[in-house]
């Protein structure tokens, strides 16, 4: 069984990895992805797996903001239509149902946005907005920071890093403040 003390430096060395992905961030693509956000009137969001549930914590907080946020998968997520925003996430770039529906959302007239550690993968080329997040992700090509992690451990908790530190930027932006975000908080627990 592994001693305490080596799950404390595999803490610290998951800490370095991340530490090691903002200086690769392109700003331009951030606020790019920040402006798709605060444009669209409705927002729906994707992603598979451990992503998606990254995802998923992205859009309770964008609803918290008080933007009208879908699930693709909910029952209740209504059509997408001319200037609604879908939100992609997939590391490889190239998740099979993740770009069908990137497809039908195209189709139907959505905007598209996709955060990708493979900015060549085949969602990213459907995409008007390609957020690059360099993190060593399953099944991904591009030059991203390496992991000694399993998988797709350091895109996934970089995605989660990364989406809350974007719903700070755009919080301060809209403006809204922790009260108005919390008043929207689920009440019903």
Known sequence: MPSPGE????????????ARIPERLDEGQVA?????????????CIGAGREGLATRAFA??????????????????PAIGPGDLLIATSGSGEIGHVDQVIDRAKEAGGDIAVVTADPAGRSAEKAQVVLWLPAAAYKAKADVVA??????NLFEQALLILFDQIVVALAAALPATPEAMAARHRNVE
């Open 7 to 18: 799950v404390a430096r595999g803490f610290a060395a998951a800490v370095a990895e991340l």
């Open 32 to 44: 790019v992805f920040m402006q798709a956000i605060l444009r669209a009137p409705r927002i729906f």
């Open 60 to 77: 309770m907080r964008l609803m918290h903001l008080g933007k009208e946020v879908h699930w693709i998968w909910d029952d209740t997520t």
């Open 147 to 152: 992991s000694a992690q399993p998988m797709g």
